[in-house]
């Protein structure tokens, strides 16, 4: 089944769209607005969610899980043995840059998936030459 979705989106957006405090708030609430067809990896989800637990407390943490479900235009990327395998090949690529393995599954899912635009802060996430939303 061939994936439509040409955007990537990583724990940095969602964070943004949903913390207020965050200086990209504007701009992520206004994307996530009227979003278009998106994709990302369960470790992402698993990142932010665990985020807002730490931040914040489990009610937040499930506010955001609330959000995912909420969000239809979502594609949730699976990470099993195969796909944590290639990530671990860009974790060695680019050893200098201290990627974490939802960062490095999030490079292979937007390589694989030839996705050109990623909704992201986190520089690192165009590190194979990808457009972060943020430098457009």
């Not at 979705?5 to 996530?32: G, V």
């Not at 680019?94 to 992201?120: E, N, P």
């Amino acid at each position: 089944m061939a994936i439509k979705s040409k955007i990537y989106i990583d724990t940095s957006a969602l964070i943004a769209a949903l913390d207020r405090s965050d200086s990209y708030h504007p701009l992520f609430a206004r994307l996530f607005a009227d979003p278009p067809r998106l994709i990302t990896s369960a470790l992402v989800i698993a990142e932010g969610h665990a985020w807002f637990l730490k931040r914040y407390d489990a009610i937040k943490a499930i506010q955001f899980l609330n959000f995912i479900e909420e969000l239809k235009v979502l594609k949730i990327e699976s990470v099993g043995q195969a796909e944590v395998k290639e990530a671990s090949k860009f974790i060695r690529r680019f050893s200098d840059q201290d990627l974490s393995l939802a960062d490095a599954a999030g490079l292979d899912v937007m390589q694989c998936r030839r996705i050109k635009l990623c909704w992201s802060t986190d520089r690192r996430l165009a590190l194979t030459g990808v457009t972060l939303v943020i430098h457009q």
